[in-house]
């Protein structure tokens, strides 16, 4: 699907100062139910409005090659296999919404993201979707209401972890399409299986990339502790760019989240720092605190000790109560010694912690501690307003008393210094944090035009440029 131009005339933006998105802001208070409502706050020269509601936890959009807009449902914030994936249809240009949403999948497991390829010797689509324990792709025809072939495993990851409230256990994988010297590879980010610790296994806090048919798997990264959005951008040299999550053992403001553009096609594969080197003040630094051990956890008989630094509190977290989580557990490897054969051990080993950070490669830009990134967009010199802009979705602190994230961020190639563009996902009231949404992934329709999807809330947002 194609969806038609913003009323909006983008020529009254030709002459709007990029510096300008930064300063003066609107509100706008908007109904998403009976009684619910959610006021968000964007620069005076855009307007905003929910294009679709009610999908559980919604996270992702990729565009098929026939033009409609897909998009991933994870359901909850446990494991599960309740996942989905819908096709967002029937876009109303006057009400800036879609009046149709068709379940194409579902009893999905934690699906993150999805991508679209089509073979350019057989013509045929294939969509593309990374779960917690595989990677599967499905034959895609133009007009599908649901898949026109059974899935095909491509590639299994490690799949088993601490349960979630912990903090340490990534769910999510992330898969990008991408041309590397004329050839497609397809690219899936895994998470690590802790906050703080040594992997046992190769395709934890790594990316690997292999062909379109799963063959000739190649380690291209270590050391990303979560990368949970990875996009190639033929606009910039066609490099890889991928968010990334620090830990949480070093308290409320450190380490600074980071945007990376990836080194691929190293060998070894390039080393992105954690767990042992972390981020502040834009430079990567060694942290001197001891990695804990299964040694740690047999000797007292139930968990590592628990790093100091972090002051937040355990009630305070959008996970909910987390008085009775050990916060040490999520410093032990996946499950605590868990000794079944590594499924990806022909990709090589384990990363050993590094023991300096001069070789870890410099972070595009770094973002406050905790604030999450997830989805990005890069805007390029086709957007009036936000020329060369990167838009970068900001989760939020898993604790909202540390007060970091809760919005979406622009940055320039130029400058690379994130600045507001919509708040108000996180206000206080009575001296208390209050969130009202969370910001996850952003995809552009339009010059100046794009989608961002609140995985809090069920919502999707459309935001394009205001009426004159």
């Given at each position: ?92 240009e006057r009400a800036s919404r879609f009046n149709k949403i ?189 990695l804990p051990s299964l040694d740690d956890a047999r000797a ?169």
């Amino acid at each position: 699907m194609q969806l038609a131009s913003p009323r909006a005339s983008l020529f009254a933006l030709l002459f709007v100062p990029i510096a300008a998105l930064a300063q003066a802001q609107t509100s706008h208070t908007l109904n998403y139910a009976p009684g619910k409502q959610i006021t968000l706050k964007l620069p005076e020269s855009f307007d905003i409005g929910i294009a679709a509601t009610g999908i559980k936890r919604v996270r992702f959009f990729a565009k098929s090659p026939d033009g409609r807009i897909f998009v991933t449902s994870m359901h909850d914030l446990s494991d599960n296999r309740l996942g989905a994936v819908y096709i967002l249809e029937g876009w109303d240009e006057r009400a800036s919404r879609f009046n149709k949403i068709t379940r194409y999948l579902n009893h999905l497991r934690n699906p993150n993201n999805l991508a679209f390829y089509t073979d350019p010797i057989t013509k045929q689509s294939w969509l593309y979707i990374p779960l917690t324990d595989r990677l599967v792709r499905y034959k895609y025809n133009a007009g599908d209401s649901a898949p026109a072939s059974a899935p095909e495993t491509l590639i299994r990851f490690p799949d088993y972890g601490l349960h979630y409230k912990y903090g340490g256990w990534h769910l999510t994988r992330t898969v990008a399409v991408a041309d590397i010297g004329g050839n497609t590879r397809i690219f899936v980010a895994v998470g690590s299986s802790c906050n703080f610790c040594k992997e046992d296994e190769v395709l934890r806090a790594a990316v690997v990339s292999m062909d379109p048919d799963g063959r000739n798997q190649r380690l291209e990264a270590q050391g990303l502790r979560n990368a949970v959005d990875m996009q190639q951008l033929a606009e910039l040299d066609h490099a890889i760019f991928a968010t990334n999550m620090g830990d949480d053992h070093l308290g409320d403001k450190l380490p600074e989240d980071t945007f990376f553009r990836l080194f691929i096609g190293q060998n070894p594969a390039q080393n992105y720092g954690w767990p042992t080197c972390y981020f502040a003040g834009g430079r990567a630094v060694l942290d001197k605190t001891p990695l804990p051990s299964l040694d740690d956890a047999r000797a007292n008989g139930k968990t590592a000790p628990k790093p100091a630094g972090s002051a937040s509190a355990t009630r305070d977290s959008v996970y909910g109560d987390q008085k009775d989580v050990a916060a040490a557990g999520t410093n032990l490897t996946a499950g605590g010694g868990h000794h079944e054969t590594d499924p990806n051990a022909n990709l090589g080993k384990a990363s050993a912690p590094l023991k300096s950070c001069e070789k870890v490669p410099p972070a595009y830009t770094t973002l406050a501690a905790h604030s999450s990134p997830l989805g990005f967009a890069y805007f390029s010199k086709q957007d009036p307003a936000l020329t060369d802009t990167f838009l970068v979705a900001l989760h939020g602190a898993s604790h909202p008393h540390i007060g970091t994230g809760y919005k979406v961020v622009r940055l320039t190639s130029a400058d690379r210094k994130p600045q507001d563009f919509i708040t108000g996902f996180l206000t206080t009231r009575s001296g208390k944090p209050v969130v009202h949404g969370r910001p996850c992934a952003i995809l552009r329709l339009a010059p100046d035009t794009f989608l961002l999807s609140d995985d809090y809330l069920g919502l999707i947002y459309y935001i394009h440029p205001r009426a004159e």
